[in-house]
């Protein structure tokens, strides 16, 4: 445990947390909305700090990042706690875990978490994802910096519902982050994750103009969020506000959790992929394959294959290592040469 960032001590021994656009007002002995920052007399602690329940080697196109180092590994860690309550979250079994009652957590310092990531072949750094990596703030922080000190790359899959000041200081040791964009309406937010709209898409634009590598990913869920208006404006939201070039991961949902509707039908994903062609040079499938769109990477000026993917295995045929195409010579936005 250790004492949290980003907080105000108010009276009667009560704090205001001020990491996410929550605004938690924690009574002493009462834990904010994510379930791991604890107010002990007046404190307000991170219950997670040094604390894992997972710690795993995975491609880093499974994060989903595509345009990020393509074809190499993440070493990937995870704790638990969250400050959406998604109905249909993939990894409830985490994200809505409490440190009182969660037994797998294991003790990993910073340096151990880096000394980890380095011993790995064809790793390029850590990733911070499985459960929201916001509310683990401290700990993310102290482990980018022991990661960047080693020379590697650190990205951040987040929900982006994180307030301006801790997003500032956290940006210049983090390296990319796909941001799960879950809807384009207010109301399935604070409906189905009980949070808001309006800073997740300040988060993106704030990622994008800080020039840090970023791609969304939107899980489309039936009835809910597959209006192919609002998904088209979603879309020309992304084009016009982050730029063309911003990779989008489309991605099926499964009944999970407390969310019981059947799962995307694949006619529903084909279409919105085709309405998200129109706005976006690179969209992509995720938890499902065609074997014709959403999986390759093309040249953007050329058409030509960069990158070919069967589901997490890729074969990079016409990049060169700056980034260009080989066939037109055509720059494009993957970073691929390796910096370590």
Known sequence: MKEARYYTRLENQAVLCRLCPHGCRIEDGRRGICGVRINKAGMLICETYNRICSGNIDPIEKKPLY??????????IGSIGCNFSCAFCQN??????????????????PEDIAALAQKTR????????????????????DCCRQVHEKGMKNVM?????????????????????????????D????????????????????????????????????????DPHIFSQMCKWIADEIGKTTPLHISRYF???????????????????????????YVYLGNFYLPDKGNDTLCAGCGKVL???YRYDVEINGLNLDGTCRHCEKLSTIHHKMPI
Do not use: C
Request: charged share 20%; no cysteine.
């Open 67 to 76: 345009h990020f180092f393509p074809g190499k590994n993440i070493f990937s």
């Open 92 to 109: 409830y079994e985490i994200s809505q875990a409490r440190i009182d009652t969660f037994q797998q957590l294991k003790t990993y310092p």
């Open 122 to 141: 064809l790793n390029i750094g850590v990733a911070y994802t499985f459960n929201e990596p916001t509310v683990w703030f401290e700990y993310m922080f």
């Open 157 to 185: 899959v987040t929900n982006g519902f994180i307030n301006p000041e801790p997003l500032a200081e956290l940006l210049p040791v983090m390296d990319a982050f796909n941001v799960d964009l879950k809807a384009f309406r």
């Open 187 to 226: 109301d399935f937010y604070r409906k189905q994750s009980k949070g808001s709209l309006q800073p997740v898409l300040d988060t993106i634009k704030t990622i994008a103009q800080s020039g840090k590598h970023v791609e969304i990913t939107n899980l489309v869920i039936p009835t809910l969020n597959d």
């Open 255 to 281: 009944p999970k959790h407390e969310m019981t509707l059947p799962a995307t039908p694949p006619q529903t994903l084909e279409k919105l992929y085709d309405i998200a062609e129109k706005h976006l040079t």
């Open 307 to 309: 990158i070919s993917r």
